[in-house]
């Protein structure tokens, strides 16, 4: 099946008044999203990965190590780490529902705690790359840190929330301050429903 751009689940404008500009959005969904579906699908036609879910492709050309990803692995795995992103952010009040504040103070101590070991994955990433809280495959919540678009699915992992820390991502309205960025996007952006969702 071909890659297809999702439509953003709100307004390009929606985020504006919690830190997300309208201009960040056209570029980072508009162009930056668009490309990677573009590429993707340039690169998979008439290759074994025609018509393979993304999950598949994803974890089908992954390689653990490699300091190079393949161009299919690359635009694959960043279109669904977008398509994620999009999802779990929103521009709604965001109340952290019960079960998921549970099992994050169970994992982390307290909801603070959990932001602080976030926060510290996403702005000690080097370079370009995500934050995620994931479900590992033993069942516990942690927060990891990925390189580019390398992400949980790599390693059996449920994504519960990804951070892209991407320059593309921030530029625009932070500058160079992504530590800035990702208190924002935990304090302000986050969708915790669809976060919850994912449990």
Not at 51 to 62: A, H, L, M, N, P
Not at 100 to 106: A, G, N, P, Q
Not at 134 to 156: A, I
């Amino acid at each position: 099946m071909a890659f297809e751009l999702p439509d953003l689940p709100y307004a390009h404008d929606a985020l504006a008044s919690k830190g997300m500009s309208q201009e960040t959005l056209e570029y980072h969904h508009d162009i930056h999203h668009k490309a990677y579906v573009d590429n993707g699908n340039k690169l998979i036609a008439g290759t074994e990965w025609e018509g393979k879910s993304v999950e598949e492709i994803v974890k089908g050309t992954y390689q653990a190590g490699a300091v190079a990803q393949s161009g299919i692995f690359n635009n694959a795995s960043q279109h669904w780490n977008h398509t994620q992103f999009w999802e779990m952010m929103g521009p709604g009040t965001n109340e952290m529902p019960s079960e998921l504040e549970s099992r994050i103070k169970d994992a982390f101590g307290t909801v603070d705690k959990f932001k602080e070991e976030f926060s510290a994955a996403g702005a000690g990433q080097f370079g370009s790359g995500w934050a995620w809280l994931v479900v590992d495959t033993d069942g516990t919540l942690k927060v990891t840190k990925t390189e580019n678009g390398v992400n949980p699915l790599c390693f059996n992992q449920t994504a519960l929330l990804g951070c892209d820390v991407w320059e593309h991502s921030y530029y625009i309205d932070f500058r160079n301050k992504r530590p800035a960025y990702l208190a924002n996007f935990l304090d302000n952006l986050v969708n915790w429903e669809n976060v919850a969702s994912r449990l």
